[in-house]
């Protein structure tokens, strides 16, 4: 069985539920052997951690650019004392779910670029990696990144990476991997399609961004919701389709495709290498 890490997923979100752990079981039996579960504010800092132990799974702590808003100056600290706290924690593999968001209307974009560069920093004071968001921001996003690091390079990821390919470039010599989950299955989504078949493998990771960023086979227009049907909620069992679909635009078969995205995300989230392994030999054991 090919073995899959969805790099994003928030799997503690409210519209999962009491069925979470049906859809997590569902998940690994298709073999995704784990999931990263990113936190988005000081609320959730327990409740992904404890998810994450729970499950078998991993687990990023950060304020999300579109939690700015409501998040408090003292929530920074909050975070650098949980770092701290869980700075043996294993399951703990990065400092996310951060960066910039400039497609949301009434976001603060001060406010976030201040949040975003203090916790670019407090990843280089815990030795982390970052999983950053960069919707319509990829540019500030890697100003940032020169900012805090003049000269150095990054562990991480750029989640849903929608950019050019000049800003892939630029993104991958920092050190970062790119984010590719149901967007790409999209075939108007022609960009990001040929970015996907074109970059170099070794630059990619999986991920769903469950419940949200669903494939196209679970989308509902606005015509299809306004006539009662309900939008399709993405989870990490679509993984192994969404590769599919991926491996498919490489010409390559998806059992490479998932060795190689799986190697990638331990290179990007070192922690995940022995975590990997114990949950590989599960999936070959069930």
């Known amino acids: 069985m090919a073995v899959f890490v969805d790099t994003h997923c928030h ?61 408090l100056d003292e929530h920074l600290g909050e975070l650098d004392a ?27 974009a001060q406010r976030q670029a201040r949040f975003f560069h203090t916790q670019l920093q407090l990843a280089r004071k815990h030795d982390l990696p970052v999983i950053i968001h960069v919707r319509r921001s990829v540019d500030q996003v890697l100003k ?8 150095g390079r990054w562990h991480g990821i750029a989640h849903a990476f929608n950019g050019s390919e000049q800003q892939a470039r630029a993104c991958i010599e920092l050190g970062l991997k ?32 469950s419940p949200d960023i669903q494939p196209q086979w679970l989308y509902r227009t606005q015509a299809q919701r306004d006539a009662g049907e309900p939008q399709g909620r993405n989870e990490p069992g679509e993984l192994p389709r969404i590769a599919a679909v991926l491996a498919q635009l490489r010409g390559m078969p998806v059992e490479a495709l998932a060795e190689a995205t799986t190697r990638n995300a331990m290179e990007a989230l070192p922690r995940l290498s022995a975590l990997i392994g114990v949950s590989a030999a599960g999936l070959r054991g069930a």
């Open 11 to 71: 799997l503690d979100a409210p519209e999962f539920g009491a069925e979470m752990p049906r859809i997590r079981a569902r998940a690994a039996g298709l073999g995704v052997a784990l999931c990263v579960i990113p936190a988005v504010a000081a609320f959730n800092f327990g409740a992904v951690r404890e998810l994450a132990h729970r499950q078998g799974d991993a687990y990023a702590l950060g304020i999300h650019p579109m939690c700015t808003g409501q998040a």
């Open 82 to 108: 949980e770092l701290a706290r869980r700075q043996g924690d294993p399951r703990l593999v990065a400092v996310g779910e951060i960066g910039l968001d400039f497609f949301v209307e009434g976001l603060d």
């Open 178 to 209: 790119l984010g590719f989950g149901g967007a790409v299955t999209f075939e108007r989504a022609l960009q990001l399609r040929r970015l996907a078949a074109s970059l170099p493998l070794e630059s990619i990771v999986m991920e769903t961004d």
């Open 144 to 151: 940032h990144l020169r900012q805090a690091a003049p000269g």
